[in-house]
């Protein structure tokens, strides 16, 4: 009968209860079998999976959206349009609508780098025009490829036109020259001396008929009266190019159709404020024609900035090659903070657990989750990209972990306290499978965070999410994994007598008996405080309470002051660096001015918005597809086609990119109407029957038309063998990609309106085109992530609060849980108002986040506060979570606020945003949960708190 009894006992016990037994009889097996699986599975993640961090800036786009989806098709076609236009047997167009190709981003990247060694190499084969060096490299645009470029900024309020500012200038450009010159880094000279950059002092140089002079001659000739004229002449030439600018030539090219301007004039040399009416140039620039960014990069620091004058000059390349190249170096740099980070962790693991083994145990849970976490990234997950951003899950890991061994740590040493003559496995019965609840809780919140935000449709932004998430939960597990059989193994060599440093340095080393507890938790510093702590709340609870209720009112009316930003500008440097003082300074002159104004929107019959390829890799593009209803032959098709783009734009928000410019169709019509009265063309004879206007009859208008645009190599219509596959108009908006949100969202709900209604009335066969553009599509990214931000926001909430009825089987303790977590978030907004940000978009993504990390506190003291048995008072209660759980959340908060000060350092700007925020909403979450839940819940806290869930449970479905 007794058999039969302890076998029914035995049946009733939990699987967590057996697991932990069966770890506690063989902790050292197991703890072997476990970090030999995890060595496997980490060679394999990292070498089958080609484990590679880097910084690749490519992917901040949204994809799978309908403005997405638009603007790849287009851009698509964009890409290879001239080699459609080209070819005559249609296999291009049967690869590009079948297989999946480059990544757009990636490909203009790779056709970028291509041209700039195909110019270098170019300058050296024109070096026969002129005895030595290539001048038509000064030509129109030439100057501007991906050179060096210094922007200069005079210091106070003098002008660079003055002679002191031109002389340092001009000194500056000889020793930078000089240094390129060394090391081989220009191009356009046969004999290996470098070309004159393009700027002001050229352009002097040019005026006073001094090529060959030195920097004091050239300025001995800028007396007063040649300053004047000078100034003049620059002064009357950038008015007449800003009131008469014509975007169809570029800032750069048709400078010879401005009368007043000379033919060294270029709009970099002189500043938007700069014109007759403020003759003063704050900004200018200097284009060094070189192309080794890596060379260049490795002497940047030698490089002529002005320091000690009356200028200041910065250097960057004009496609931004030194920022991605020092964002790679500065990952490696972050690297190295991340294992200071680690270290922080290993020793606030020693100190807390007072245990060398344990914290050993402890940070190889941590350094295995890494490729852990990979490996069902990349063979599950199927996710090969792996963005930069992804590196934050390292200090997110070091901070977290350390709170997974503090719990796990803590529960065992409790429940050894409350059992001292217990063995092994009766502790392990006791201490895991409550460990593993507490755990359970937090990670699960955490990584809910994480993985709620993979809504989003930016791949660098999923994968990041998705990976952090992983990282949390592979931790959770390689804490039952290592740390679990590692507490065994360290209670059983305490038990035994084995007290060496490497196992406890504590200073007891006999075990304690039933009546110890008490003096055990006298003997503990940080006990002791907590208790002090907990007197002082008690008898001030009602002032505490009203206090926190005012701070929490307080919060709330700063944090809804957060505003969106005035642009959508994402830049991964800080103001200060040199690199973005050069981007900075750069949109300062005139020619950056004169792109500003408005943007490019091109509208598309003949594709679908479409996106084939994989989304979560920016590698990746997409297959064109082709829209097989476009049909433009028929005469109604025709007559709406060229009565378009008058319509279009008449509109307000919509208008010419440029003075003269005409739609392919229009011109098409004109040019029939010209040849229908003197007849010159071949084509037109041949192909065109005599038309004179559109409707043309629907058998010839494809064959002419074909015709036309072959003859003006027009590549907005492209035809397969005959048949025409796309036609591609132009227009423009006032809404650039870094206007602020609220007029991006304006200007494109207009254009879709109008579009709506549009397709509505066109004739079958042209009514399914779609307009796009790259700002359009900055604009949905940003809003994509906005949305994501809240919808990941409010999963996270709604996630965290289940979690926390369902520890606490109390809708008060819910309550006060609740109220805790939104104290975190306000407080944290209001902070982060004061320091003034803004919600942008990588703010948003912090924040998504960061409400998973903000309620593990009040979980811990939450699932504590219940969990304390017997019928006891709200006030013992709480002092048992505070005491017990206290010294976990504490050790947390601390590792976790030295990852996150550590990461303070990182130069990458999303690094230290995200630091910031996570130390304020730890900091936060330290105080909601040390004082506002506690007073919460001494005040008002019920003494039985799961009675009513209990009841209703059993009532419901019957006895639990």
């Known amino acids: 009968m007794k058999n039969s009894d302890v076998s029914e006992k035995e049946d009733k016990v939990s699987a967590a209860v057996l697991v932990a037994r069966a770890i506690a009889r063989n902790p050292c097996r197991v703890l072997v079998c476990n970090v030999i699986a995890a060595i496997a599975i980490s060679a394999i993640a990292f070498f089958a999976g080609e484990f590679e961090l880097e910084i690749d800036n490519t992917g901040w786009l949204s994809r ?57 190499s170019d300058g050296m084969r024109k070096t026969q025009m002129s005895d030595t060096c290539d001048i038509s490299l000064y030509e129109d645009d030439q100057f501007v490829q991906n050179n060096l470029v210094a922007i200069w900024k005079s210091k106070g309020q003098s002008s660079i036109l003055d002679a002191s500012s031109l002389r340092s ?40 008929d001094e090529m060959d002079s030195s920097c004091e001659a050239l300025i001995d000739q800028y007396n007063p009266l040649v300053q004047s004229t000078f100034t003049e002449l620059l002064a009357n030439c950038t008015d007449d190019i800003r009131k008469n ?38 900004y200018t620039s200097s284009y060094f024609l070189a192309s080794d960014y890596d060379g260049m990069y490795g002497v940047v620091d030698d490089f002529s900035k002005g320091e000690d004058s009356d200028i200041l000059g910065v250097y960057e390349t004009n496609y931004e090659d030194f920022t991605l190249i020092l964002l790679d170096d500065e990952l490696i740099n972050d690297m190295v903070l991340a294992t200071l980070a680690g270290i922080a962790s290993v020793l606030a693991m020693i100190l807390h657990t007072k245990s060398i083994w344990l914290s050993l145990m402890g940070i190889l849970q941590i350094v295995f989750s890494i490729p852990l976490a990979y490996f069902i990234y990349y063979f599950i997950g199927r996710l090969s990209f792996f963005p930069f951003l992804n590196f934050i899950g390292v200090f997110v890991l070091f901070a977290l972990g350390a709170d997974d061994v503090f719990v796990a740590t803590d529960k065992w040493k409790n429940a050894r306290l409350q059992m001292p003559k217990a063995t092994t496995e009766e502790i392990a019965a006791v201490a895991l499978p409550n460990a593993a609840g507490a755990m359970l809780l937090t990670t699960s919140t955490t990584a809910v965070a994480f993985f709620a935000t ?124 040199q690199f973005q003082k050069h981007f900075l300074w750069k949109q300062e002159l005139f020619s950056s001015s004169l792109t500003m104004g408005r943007s490019d929107v091109h509208v598309v019959w003949g594709l679908e918005p479409a996106d084939t390829g994989n989304h979560n890799n920016p590698q990746t593009g997409t297959a064109l597809v082709l ?147 790259s700002d359009f599509h900055w604009y949905d990214t940003n809003g994509k992530i906005l949305q994501t931000a809240f919808g990941a926001a409010g999963i996270a909430i709604g996630f965290s609060t289940l979690v926390v009825l369902i520890a606490s089987r109390s809708f008060i303790l819910t309550l006060f849980s609740s109220i805790s977590i939104l104290y975190v978030l306000v407080a944290t907004t209001a902070t982060l108002v004061a320091l003034g940000w803004t919600l942008g978009f990588l703010e948003s993504i912090c924040f998504a986040i960061l409400i998973g990390i903000s309620c593990d506190f009040v979980i811990h003291f939450s699932h504590a506060y219940k969990h304390h048995t017997g019928e006891l008072s709200r006030n013992e209660r709480t002092k048992y979570a505070l005491i017990h759980m206290g010294p976990s959340i504490l ?56 009675r009513f869930v209990n009841n209703t449970i059993a009532k419901c479905f019957g006895k639990i």
């Open 891 to 946: 050790a947390a908060a601390a590792t976790t606020l030295t990852a996150a000060t550590v990461m303070l350092f990182c130069q990458v700007t999303f690094f230290t945003k995200f630091a910031t925020l996570l130390f304020m909403t730890i900091l936060h979450a330290v105080i909601a949960t040390f004082v506002i839940f506690l007073v919460l819940v001494d005040t008002l806290g019920p003494s039985q708190p799961a």
């Open 169 to 208: 200038i001009c000194q500056s450009e000889v020793e930078t020259i000089s240094v390129l010159k060394e090391r081989q880094l220009c191009y356009g000279c046969s004999d290996e001396s470098c070309l004159q950059p393009v700027s002001l002092v050229l352009a002097l140089r040019v005026y006073l």
């Open 245 to 282: 600018y014509n975007p169809a030539y570029g800032p750069y090219y048709g400078i010879d159709n401005y009368r007043s301007c000379p033919d060294w004039f270029k709009t970099t040399l002189v500043d938007e404020q700069f014109g007759e009416e403020n003759a003063v140039i704050r």
């Open 627 to 773: 829209d097989e209803s476009f049909a433009p032959t028929s005469s109604k098709a025709q007559i709406y086609l060229v009565n378009f783009c008058e319509r279009l734009f008449e509109t307000e928000f919509a208008s010419k990119p440029y003075d003269d410019y005409q739609c392919p169709i229009n011109e098409f019509n004109s040019w029939l109407q010209s040849q229908s009265n003197f007849t010159t063309s071949v084509e037109y004879t041949k192909n065109c029957d005599g038309a004179t206007s559109i409707p043309l009859p629907e058998n010839i208008f494809e064959k002419c038309i074909i015709s036309w645009g072959k003859l003006n190599r027009e590549t907005n219509i492209l035809d397969d063998q005959g048949t025409i596959k796309t036609m591609v108009i132009k227009t423009s908006s006032i809404a650039k990609y870094n206007s602020p949100y609220n007029i991006l969202d304006n200007e494109w709900n207009k254009f879709q309106n109008w579009f709506e209604d549009e397709r509505s009335v066109a004739p079958a066969g042209v009514n399914s085109m779609f307009f796009t553009s």
């Open 64 to 120: 799978g959206t309908v403005i997405a989806n638009r603007q790849y098709q287009y851009a698509t076609l964009r890409s290879y349009k001239y080699a459609l236009f080209s070819e005559t047997d249609g296999s291009l167009w049967e690869e590009l609508t079948s297989v999946v190709q480059p990544g757009f981003e990636v490909d203009e990247d790779e056709r970028r780098k291509l041209s700039a060694e195909e110019l270098k």
């Open 454 to 577: 993979a809504i989003c449709p930016v791949a660098p932004i999923m994968c990041f999410v998705v990976y952090c998430g992983l990282l949390i939960i592979m931790d959770y597990f390689l804490n039952m994994m290592l740390v679990f059989p590692s507490l065994c193994l360290y209670d059983k060599w305490i038990m035994s007598g084995n007290t060496n440093c490497f196992v406890t340095f504590s200073k007891r080393n006999s075990i304690l008996d039933e009546n110890d507890e008490e003096s055990e938790v006298n003997r503990s510093l940080i006990s002791r405080i907590l208790q002090h702590y907990y007197t002082f709340l008690h008898k001030f609870r009602i002032v505490l309470g009203i206090v926190s209720m005012v701070a929490l009112a307080i919060c709330l009316i700063y944090a809804i002051q957060l505003d969106l930003p005035e642009t959508a500008e994402v830049r991964l440097l800080p103001d200060s660096h």
